[in-house]
Every structure is written in structure tokens, then in C-alpha cells.
């Protein structure tokens, strides 16, 4: 798995489109985006994902027919997904039939609208043929902006577009919460009871038909390549997270400002967990994973960090209402168990899985943290390339509204993972170690997933436009990947992967922050100014090599030339 997807461009008079693997993507009439994708997704019971795995394509001009078969997760679906165009319609169908009885959560089409209709207006039609007009959301939705879907009508590049959805009822969620570029139209409204099942036999057939009115008018070219810096407040602390790999842990020098350690108290090797990390020169920014009904467990966790040096201190519920945020409880409990430490540290709280349950659960915070938290995991709905690359303008986005939720408290982004470290939707429980050493690590060496490009050369330059994208006044810290192993910026044995120089980079970066927005969400700087000199860092995250003029606050310009998936240093004295 790389950074580039194979495509296959499809075109029947206006209409064009790009497959890749199973997904129809990039949908335009006229050279005008119209869905950003669709595709037919399966998900069992724990929102697991089995692969849609392409047969055949078969191209008959006006009409496109992927014979498909699902595999893994124990499903065992067959049948195709088709598109047929006419001058302006696009239809898009899937027949697919399960061989064997199968529990799932979803199973359908789903539609991605893209970022860029952000407040446009929207049209809704119900199942029972009112209308609703209403906008797609500005500001990240918490929850679902539109429900009982049979139909959907808005303004794009001149076009009248409607899109009319069968087979099931639909509603839409905002995927921004998941640095997804999209809004996401899905099938089976998430108020009924799932999983439910699919009898041996039966068939799955939806149909999703997009008609255009109007004359379009593509978007005109965008900025030119033009990073202008602003300089004010400090460029956040950068930190890596404590390695949850088994032992024994290599000899590497320390990197960033702080390493993260999550530990849940219900393993029965937190305590290794913490020795490890504590060895470590490092101070500690430590976040507890507690029972709700077990707080009393703080105390003795509180008791271990004495001598550690701790930069701030974190806990969020493992179950319950409340699960993976930090309600009053349990904050409170944290706290009295410093105060019975006598530890003075920072108590932080929000959300350790995304941005979605800060968003969502709000309200459970105490409004008195001296920080809030927020993890990122940008490869939780797709682990495509183009997820990777997009999700950096969403992680602005992300940024800027958790700020604004902070009301002037700072802001501490991670743990940032490209995979997730934990199953966060899962009705199953946990894995869990069963030994109290760390010989076969803890954490998310049991319950993550690990990413091929953990390792490669082009994940620096991502890392790079992610901390800047992250980089908006009131976020104070951001914690990256692991120390080591698979999910590392070293190997196992202690060897660094690329990723390593550009967190080396950017923990380098001292004084006055220099923060750009980018002009097209692929290329990014961040920066900073100490005395008479200026550091920048610039990536780019397009498949092809850009060039970009960068300028400093005092209007002193650079030109910086940078191949595909890479970054750049710029330092200017004087």
C-alpha cells in the first residue's frame, strides 16, 4: 500500500469519473464536482470493514458493471455494482447477494459529498415526500445534520444537482469529525437496532441516481503557489508517544519536548507500561484509561508517577455512557488522588479517540481543565492515499473548532496514529495482555493497527503538513506515532524511518511561531523566528513536483522547489 492509488478513468459524454479499486470516485458533469465518491461498503457487527474485492470491469460505453465479491469479517457477498450514464443522469446501483447468514451494521451504498459545500444550501426530501431546506454544515456537526433521506438537492458550479436514494431509508453524518474529507449519505438510519442480520440467500439492492440541471461552470484556477507567513504566539510542543511494543526497547536518543503514555489500568501491566516510559528523559504527559466504577484505582496509578517528572496528567473513562472522554467523575477523582499525592500537574481531559467524541460529548467535561485533549486517526473510515492527503485540511478544521471548545484553555493534539490504536466502535471487548511484564507490549500492540507507510520516505512530508495544519493559535502540544516498533518512528530495533527527521525538525523549532494557510490544502509551512533567524518548513503532499513561493512577515520571499511527497528546510538570517 502506497501513496498512490491505481485509477481507471471513465468517461460517457459529461460524465467522468476515476475507479479506484471498488470506488467510484471523484464524480463531475462537466467538469464540475458532483460527489466526491461512492461505493458499496459491508460492515459486521463491530464495524469491522470486509474488502470489496473486484472481479471483473466490464466497460460497455454508457454503462460500467464491476462484478464484485466480499471477503474477510465472514461475510460472503457477491454481485456487481453498476454505473449508467445518459446526458444527465448518473445511476449508480448495487445487487449483492450473501451466500451465508451474515450479522452486520451496514451494508450498502454509501454517497461522500465534498468539503467544499460547506454552508450551501440543501434541499431534503423525507421518506413520506415533505421538504426540508436546510445547509450543509459549516462547523463540524456533532451529530447527523440530516436524517430520513430519499432525496437531495443542491447548487454546484452552476448545476442543479439531485440525488435520489432507494433501496432503504438514508440519513447523512459530517466525516469531518474524522479528518474525512466528506459529508457521508449512508444507508439504515443508525437509530434502529444493529447489528441485525442477513439471511443466507437474500439479496442487498440499492440504487442511487444523480441528476443535473443547469450549465456547469468549472471552478476557476486556484491560488497561486503562495505560502505567506504571520508570525505570533510559540509553535507547540512537539511529542512522541511511549512505545507499546515488547520488549526489550532499543537504545535511541529521545525525541520532542514530552512522550505520551496511555495507560489503562485494567491491563495488568500499566505499571511496566509506566517504568518503561518514565526511563525515558523526557517529562511525561500521562493519560489514565480507568472503569468508571473503578476510581478508586487512580489513587494507587497517582502513587507510581512520585519522582516522574510529568508535564500533565489526563484520564478518560474505558465504558459507559462516557466512554473514551473525561467526565466530571473521573476527573474529579484524578484530581483528589494528586492532592492525596501531593503531585502538582496539569489535569487535561476530552477525547482519546477522535474528534468526534469531543464533539459529542462536550458537556460530560468539567469546564475547569487546564487543557483539553484530542486524538487523530486519519485512517479510520479508508486507509486509501488520497484519505492520507486530503485529511490535512480537515485536521484544520479539527484544530481551529477544538480551540474554539477550549474557551482559552490550551489545546494538546494526540495521540496522532495513521491507523486507530483501539477498535473505538467495538461491541466485543478488548484484547487485553495477560502478563504483568512488557514481553508482549501493551496497548496498541494488541488492539491497533499498524500501516505499511509507517516506514516510508513521503510519510515525513505528511507529517510535516499535518503540524501545520495543527499549528493554529491555543494548540499548545502535538504527539506523533510511537518511539519504536511498527507503529513507530524507529524500528524495533532502533533504526529511524524517514518520519523521524521531520519530528526531529519540528521539535527543533524555537521563538515566534510562522503559521500559513495553505491555498490548496496540498502544500503546507510552518515556522518559527528566534532572534535574527527564521526557520520553515515546507511540504507537499500532491502526486507531482510544486514549486511555492514562501514569505516571511517582513516580506522576504524564498522559492522552494519540491518533488512529490516531499519537504524542505528553509532557514533565513538576518
Same mark, same amino acid.
Given at each position: 500500500?502506497?501513496?498512490?492509488?491505481?485509477?481507471?478513468?471513465?468517461?460517457?459524454?459529461?460524465?467522468?469519473?476515476?475507479?479506484?479499486?471498488?470506488?467510484?470516485?471523484?464524480?463531475?458533469?462537466?467538469?464540475?464536482?458532483?460527489?466526491?465518491?461512492?461505493?458499496?461498503?459491508?460492515?459486521?457487527?463491530?464495524?469491522?470493514?470486509?474488502?470489496?474485492?473486484?472481479?471483473?470491469?466490464?466497460?460497455?460505453?454508457?454503462?460500467?458493471?464491476?462484478?464484485?465479491?466480499?471477503?474477510?469479517?465472514?461475510?460472503?457477498?457477491?454481485?456487481?455494482?453498476?454505473?449508467?450514464?445518459?446526458?444527465?443522469?448518473?445511476?449508480?446501483?448495487?445487487?449483492?447477494?450473501?451466500?451465508?447468514?451474515?450479522?452486520?451494521?451496514?451494508?450498502?451504498?454509501?454517497?461522500?459529498?465534498?468539503?467544499?459545500?460547506?454552508?450551501?444550501?440543501?434541499?431534503?426530501?423525507?421518506?413520506?415526500?415533505?421538504?426540508?431546506?436546510?445547509?450543509?454544515?459549516?462547523?463540524?456537526?456533532?451529530?447527523?445534520?440530516?436524517? @430520513?433521506?430519499?432525496?437531495?438537492?443542491?447548487?454546484?458550479?452552476?448545476?442543479?444537482?439531485?440525488?435520489?436514494?432507494?433501496?432503504?431509508?438514508?440519513?447523512?453524518?459530517?466525516?469531518?469529525?474524522?479528518? @474525512?474529507?466528506?459529508?457521508?449519505?449512508?444507508?439504515?438510519?443508525?437509530?434502529?437496532?444493529?447489528?441485525?442480520?442477513?439471511?443466507?440467500?437474500?439479496?442487498?439492492?440499492?440504487?442511487?441516481?444523480?441528476?443535473?440541471?443547469?450549465?456547469?461552470?468549472?471552478? &476557476?484556477?486556484?491560488?497561486?503557489?503562495?505560502?505567506?507567513?504571520?508570525?505570533?504566539?510559540?509553535?507547540?510542543?512537539?511529542?512522541?508517544?511511549?512505545?507499546?511494543?515488547?520488549?526489550?526497547?532499543?537504545?535511541?536518543?529521545?525525541?520532542?519536548?514530552?512522550?505520551?503514555?496511555?495507560?489503562?489500568?485494567?491491563?495488568?501491566?500499566?505499571?511496566?507500561?509506566?517504568?518503561?516510559?518514565?526511563?525515558?528523559?523526557?517529562?511525561?504527559?500521562?493519560?489514565?484509561?480507568?472503569?468508571?466504577?473503578?476510581?478508586?484505582?487512580? &489513587?494507587?496509578?497517582?502513587?507510581?508517577?512520585?519522582?516522574?517528572?510529568?508535564?500533565?496528567?489526563?484520564?478518560?473513562?474505558?465504558?459507559?455512557?462516557?466512554?473514551?472522554?473525561?467526565?466530571?467523575?473521573?476527573?474529579?477523582?484524578?484530581?483528589?488522588?494528586?492532592?492525596?499525592?501531593?503531585?502538582? &500537574?496539569?489535569?487535561?481531559?476530552?477525547?482519546?479517540?477522535?474528534?468526534?467524541?469531543?464533539?459529542?460529548?462536550?458537556?460530560?467535561?468539567?469546564?475547569?481543565? @487546564?487543557?483539553?485533549?484530542?486524538?487523530?486517526?486519519?485512517?479510520?473510515?479508508?486507509?486509501?492515499?488520497?484519505?492520507?492527503?486530503?485529511?490535512?485540511?480537515?485536521?484544520?478544521?479539527?484544530?481551529?473548532?477544538?480551540?474554539?471548545?477550549?474557551?482559552?484553555?490550551?489545546?494538546?493534539?494526540?495521540?496522532?496514529?495513521?491507523?486507530?490504536?483501539?477498535?473505538?466502535?467495538?461491541?466485543?471487548?478488548?484484547?487485553?495482555?495477560?502478563?504483568?511484564?512488557?514481553?508482549?507490549?501493551?496497548?496498541?500492540?494488541?488492539?491497533?493497527?499498524?500501516?505499511?507507510?509507517?516506514?516510508?520516505?513521503?510519510?515525513?512530508?505528511?507529517?510535516?503538513?499535518?503540524?501545520? &495544519?495543527?499549528?493554529?493559535?491555543?494548540?499548545?502540544?502535538?504527539?506523533?506515532?510511537?518511539?519504536?516498533?511498527?507503529?513507530?518512528?524507529?524500528?524495533?530495533?532502533?533504526?529511524?524511518?524517514?518520519?523521524?527527521?521531520?519530528?526531529?525538525?519540528?521539535?527543533?523549532?524555537?521563538?515566534?511561531?510562522?503559521?500559513?494557510?495553505?491555498?490548496?490544502?496540498?502544500?503546507?509551512?510552518?515556522?518559527?523566528?528566534?532572534?535574527?533567524?527564521?526557520?520553515?518548513?515546507?511540504?507537499?503532499?500532491?502526486?507531482?513536483?510544486?514549486?511555492?513561493?514562501?514569505?516571511?512577515?517582513?516580506?522576504?520571499?524564498?522559492?522552494? @522547489?519540491?518533488?512529490?511527497?516531499?519537504?524542505?528546510?528553509?532557514?533565513?538570517?538576518?
Amino acid at each position: 500500500m502506497g501513496w498512490h492509488t491505481p485509477s481507471r478513468a471513465w468517461a460517457s459524454g459529461p460524465w467522468t469519473l476515476a475507479l479506484r479499486g471498488d470506488e467510484l470516485a471523484d464524480i463531475r458533469y462537466g467538469g464540475v464536482s458532483v460527489l466526491r465518491s461512492t461505493r458499496a461498503v459491508v460492515r459486521d457487527l463491530d464495524w469491522n470493514t470486509p474488502d470489496l474485492v473486484v472481479d471483473e470491469v466490464a466497460d460497455e460505453g454508457a454503462a460500467l458493471v464491476m462484478t464484485v465479491h466480499s471477503r474477510g469479517f465472514g461475510s460472503s457477498f457477491s454481485g456487481t455494482v453498476s454505473v449508467t450514464a445518459s446526458d444527465t443522469e448518473l445511476e449508480v446501483a448495487a445487487d449483492l447477494v450473501s451466500a451465508s447468514a451474515f450479522a452486520t451494521n451496514r451494508t450498502g451504498l454509501v454517497v461522500l459529498h465534498p468539503p467544499q459545500l460547506a454552508g450551501s444550501a440543501l434541499e431534503v426530501q423525507h421518506a413520506d415526500g415533505s421538504i426540508e431546506r436546510t445547509a450543509f454544515p459549516a462547523a463540524i456537526s456533532a451529530h447527523q445534520p440530516v436524517l @430520513d433521506i430519499s432525496r437531495l438537492s443542491w447548487e454546484a458550479g452552476g448545476l442543479r444537482v439531485a440525488t435520489r436514494f432507494e433501496g432503504d431509508v438514508f440519513e447523512m453524518e459530517d466525516q469531518r469529525n474524522w479528518t @474525512d474529507a466528506s459529508y457521508k449519505t449512508y444507508n439504515r438510519p443508525l437509530a434502529l437496532p444493529f447489528p441485525y442480520e442477513i439471511a443466507a440467500g437474500d439479496t442487498v439492492r440499492q440504487r442511487v441516481t444523480i441528476r443535473v440541471e443547469g450549465m456547469s461552470v468549472p471552478a &476557476a484556477d486556484g491560488a497561486p503557489d503562495r505560502l505567506e507567513l504571520a508570525a505570533g504566539g510559540t509553535v507547540p510542543q512537539i511529542g512522541v508517544c511511549a512505545a507499546t511494543g515488547p520488549d526489550p526497547a532499543p537504545a535511541a536518543h529521545p525525541v520532542g519536548q514530552t512522550l505520551l503514555v496511555e495507560l489503562d489500568l485494567r491491563a495488568p501491566n500499566w505499571r511496566a507500561a509506566l517504568r518503561r516510559a518514565a526511563a525515558s528523559p523526557l517529562p511525561l504527559d500521562v493519560r489514565f484509561v480507568v472503569a468508571p466504577d473503578r476510581y478508586d484505582l487512580l &489513587a494507587g496509578a497517582v502513587a507510581e508517577l512520585a519522582g516522574a517528572a510529568v508535564a500533565r496528567v489526563g484520564v478518560f473513562d474505558a465504558s459507559g455512557d462516557a466512554r473514551h472522554v473525561s467526565p466530571r467523575a473521573a476527573v474529579h477523582a484524578l484530581r483528589t488522588a494528586l492532592d492525596a499525592a501531593g503531585l502538582r &500537574a496539569p489535569t487535561v481531559g476530552g477525547s482519546r479517540a477522535h474528534f468526534t467524541e469531543l464533539n459529542r460529548e462536550r458537556h460530560r467535561l468539567p469546564g475547569d481543565l @487546564d487543557g483539553i485533549t484530542v486524538a487523530l486517526t486519519p485512517l479510520f473510515h479508508s486507509t486509501g492515499a488520497e484519505q492520507l492527503v486530503e485529511s490535512a485540511a480537515m485536521q484544520r478544521l479539527v484544530a481551529r473548532q477544538a480551540v474554539a471548545m477550549a474557551a482559552g484553555a490550551p489545546v494538546h493534539v494526540g495521540p496522532i496514529t495513521l491507523r486507530p490504536r483501539y477498535n473505538d466502535v467495538a461491541t466485543a471487548p478488548e484484547p487485553m495482555p495477560a502478563r504483568t511484564d512488557l514481553a508482549d507490549g501493551y496497548g496498541a500492540q494488541f488492539t491497533g493497527a499498524d500501516d505499511p507507510r509507517q516506514t516510508s520516505a513521503e510519510l515525513a512530508a505528511w507529517t510535516i503538513a499535518s503540524a501545520a &495544519a495543527l499549528a493554529v493559535p491555543g494548540v499548545s502540544s502535538l504527539s506523533y506515532f510511537e518511539e519504536w516498533g511498527p507503529r513507530g518512528i524507529r524500528s524495533s530495533s532502533g533504526e529511524p524511518y524517514p518520519v523521524a527527521e521531520a519530528i526531529e525538525a519540528l521539535a527543533s523549532l524555537r521563538g515566534e511561531a510562522l503559521r500559513a494557510d495553505s491555498p490548496d490544502g496540498l502544500i503546507w509551512a510552518i515556522g518559527a523566528s528566534h532572534g535574527a533567524e527564521s526557520t520553515v518548513l515546507v511540504a507537499n503532499l500532491d502526486a507531482s513536483r510544486r514549486s511555492a513561493d514562501v514569505v516571511l512577515p517582513n516580506g522576504d520571499a524564498r522559492t522552494v @522547489d519540491l518533488p512529490a511527497f516531499g519537504w524542505h528546510r528553509i532557514t533565513v538570517r538576518g
